[in-house]
T-cell receptor, first 112, second 113 residues
Framework: GESVGLHLPTLSVQEGDNSIINCAYS??????FIWYKQESGKGPQFIIDIRSNMDKRQGQRVTVLLNKTVKHLSLQIAATQPGDSAVYFCAEQNNAGNMLTFGGGTRLMVKP | AAGVIQSPRHLIKEKRETATLKCYPI?????VYWYQQGPGQDPQFLISFYEKMQSDKGSIPDRFSAQQFSDYHSELNMSSLELGDSALYFC????????????FGPGTRLTVL
């Protein structure tokens, strides 16, 4: 994914609704993908990860879907809560297992 | 649980000055990573260290250097600061037991005037 600069795409949802955040990744050799949540002034916080040999993984209220054919990741948040408001980044890592390459962030705003 | 510690949390410098950012990884983590995040942008990988040796290098300017010490803490040294160096600098750490999962610190906000 490319940086979106100063204008982050924003997803606005009503509290209790489900949220879907999408991300396109760039390297077909990447074999590990992570979603991070970043609140204002804080460091990225790990949410959920998935390896390239899977196409779906579920956590508590979150699901990550991986479509390797089109190099697309999505994060689904069930019953979105005000505390979910943050910027969400996807990140990819290749089989060297080291540096993370972040995709463009999406700002999630939850309306009470 | 102990987290990654970064110091200072905020730093203000003038152009052409130097700065040193410190990172203390989670106990028993042997790998540290540095990332730079400009306003409204994605974190960009700078450099990483494993067992005190540089393991990977990203878009780190030649004016910057870093090292990892015997206690596994790391320092990012930045010289001849430019206005464009103003950013959040994150350190992350990992270990064999965490696999590829990186845990991020709270960041240092550097402002260059």
């Amino acid at each position: 994914g490319e940086s979106v600069g100063l204008h982050l795409p924003t997803l606005s949802v009503q509290e209790g609704d489900n949220s879907i955040i999408n991300c396109a990744y760039s390297n077909s050799a990447s074999d590990y993908f992570i979603w991070y949540k970043q609140e204002s002034g804080k460091g990225p916080q790990f949410i959920i990860d998935i390896r390239s040999n899977m196409d779906k993984r579920q956590g508590q209220r979150v699901t990550v879907l991986l479509n390797k054919t089109v190099k697309h990741l999505s994060l689904q948040i069930a019953a979105t809560q005000p505390g979910d408001s943050a910027v969400y980044f996807c990140a990819e890592q290749n089989n060297a297992g080291n540096m993370l390459t972040f995709g463009g962030g999406t700002r999630l705003m939850v309306k009470p | 649980a102990a987290g990654v510690i970064q110091s200072p949390r905020h730093l203000i410098k003038e152009k052409r000055e130097t700065a040193t950012l410190k990172c203390y990884p989670i106990p028993r983590h042997d790998t540290v990573y540095w990332y730079q995040q400009g306003p409204g942008q994605d974190p960009q990988f700078l450099i990483s260290f494993y067992e005190k040796m540089q393991s990977d290098k990203g878009s780190i300017p030649d004016r910057f250097s870093a090292q990892q010490f015997s206690d596994y803490h790391s320092e990012l040294n930045m010289s001849s600061l430019e206005l464009g160096d103003s950013a959040l600098y994150f350190c992350a750490s990992s270990s064999f037991s965490t696999g590829t999962k990186q845990f991020f610190g709270p960041g240092t906000r550097l402002t260059v005037l």
